[in-house]
T-cell receptor, first 115, second 117 residues
Framework: KNQVEQSPQSLIILEGKNCTLQ??????????LRWYKQDTGRGPVSLTI???SENTKSNGRYTATLDADTKQSSLHITASQLSDSASYIC??????????????WGLGTSLAVNP | GAVVSQHPSRVICKSGTSVKIECRSL??????MFWYRQFPKKSLMLMAT?????????EQGVEKDKFLINHASLTLSTLTVTSAHPEDSSFYIC?????????????FGPGTRLTVT
């Protein structure tokens, strides 16, 4: 069964600190892996999209890595800000999924950045 | 970047009534839109795929007669929750596809909080 598991489930850090969120998946083969940020009561916002052949992608203070051999991805947040408090969701697109209908969603990591 | 809007952002309705939620792609055309619902601390659950000019494709377990979807134009899809019940209370999110460089980029709306009393 295709699954996406994220860890930790929740995380509290101090403003200015770095953190790394983990995503393990069993989806194989896959087309791409995405990280989304979802603020409470809002829709997800895309942070990065990596195809199966990419190893890393950055978007400002967010850097995602992908190891297709071990089926692991991480999202590193540098110099955290209070506005980074949100849920971070890992999503994998199975190969041949077409138009996003068959996305496999993780449950997300809830990040709280405290002053 | 591409923007997707939803209206209303919050709605409270009484049991037995119907409520319509609109999803619009503001600066791009979307032949395909998606409707999700999300329960607290749960991941998004795909309800249906909305295709412009054709019938929506519903996921298993989603009642098409209860959740009516109309994709009347390339920028508008609507979800109507008919004969609403308290268990329909949820966070409904739409998204639209934008075809990019070999990847279907997906843009999400801000969501609609539905409360059925």
């Amino acid at each position: 069964k295709n699954q996406v598991e994220q860890s930790p489930q929740s995380l509290i850090i101090l403003e200015g600190k770095n953190c790394t969120l983990q995503c393990n998946y069993t989806v194989s083969p896959f087309s791409n892996l995405r990280w989304y940020k979802q603020d409470t009561g809002r829709g997800p916002v895309s942070l990065t999209i990596m195809t199966f052949s990419e190893n890393t992608k950055s978007n400002g203070r967010y850097t995602a890595t992908l190891d297709a051999d071990t089926k692991q991805s991480s999202l590193h947040i540098t110099a955290s800000q209070l506005s980074d408090s949100a849920s971070y969701i890992c999503v994998v697109t199975p190969y041949g999924a077409g138009n996003n209908r068959k996305l496999i969603w993780g449950l997300g990591t809830s990040l709280a950045v405290n002053p | 970047g591409a923007v997707v809007s939803q209206h209303p952002s919050r709605v409270i309705c009484k049991s037995g009534t119907s409520v319509k939620i609109e999803c619009r792609s503001l600066d791009f055309q979307a032949t395909t839109m998606f409707w999700y619902r999300q329960f607290p601390k749960k991941s998004l659950m795909l309800m249906a795929t909305s295709n412009e000019g054709s019938k929506a494709t519903y996921e298993q377990g989603v009642e098409k007669d209860k959740f009516l979807i109309n994709h009347a134009s390339l920028t508008l899809s609507t979800l109507t929750v008919t004969s609403a019940h308290p268990e329909d209370s949820s966070f409904y999110i739409c998204s639209a596809n934008l075809i990019g460089t070999g990847t279907y980029e997906q843009y999400f709306g801000p969501g609609t909080r539905l409360t059925v009393t």
